[in-house]
């Protein structure tokens, strides 16, 4: 069975840090890309980071881009946003994703919400001014 869980968030102060995970589990990993989207109260899904499970290329969206980092540990079948600098607007509801690694070559960007297959229930980063 494919699974995603992602974890690891919480109510910071503007400034703080949280480093959310994705427990991936029952399928192969390299085949893969994990994307990192979230959602704020009225507003779109939005893609923030994607990483792929072959080689590690990742992507952020300008917005995030020197605030947030993605790992992997393949080892694992864990991902890792780490948030550093947050500010009220990165309050949202984070989830992780997953997408044919092929798709996410073939765009060089986080591709559209709609092409990732599977979504671990999301984790709630509140970020207090």
């Known amino acids: 069975e494919v699974q995603l869980q992602a974890s690891g968030g919480g109510f910071v102060q503007a400034g703080g840090s949280l480093k959310l995970s994705c427990a991936a589990s029952?399928?192969?990993?390299?085949?893969?890309?994990v994307g990192w989207f979230r959602q704020a109260p009225g507003k779109e899904r939005e893609g923030v980071s994607c990483?792929?499970?072959?080689?590690?290329?990742?992507y952020y969206t300008d917005s995030v881009k020197g605030r947030f980092t993605v790992s992997a540990n393949s080892a694992k079948n864990t991902v890792f946003l780490q948030i550093d600098s947050l500010n009220p607007e990165d309050t949202a509801v984070y989830y992780c994703?997953?997408?044919?690694?092929?798709?996410?070559?073939?765009?060089?960007?986080?591709?559209?919400?709609?092409?990732?297959?599977?979504w671990g229930r999301g984790t709630q980063v509140t970020v207090s001014s």
């Open positions: 994703a997953i997408v044919g690694v092929t798709t996410f070559q073939a765009f060089g960007v986080i591709p559209p919400a709609n092409y990732f297959g599977l």
């Open positions: 029952g399928f192969t990993f390299d085949d893969h890309a």
């Open positions: 990483i792929s499970g072959r080689d590690g290329t990742t």
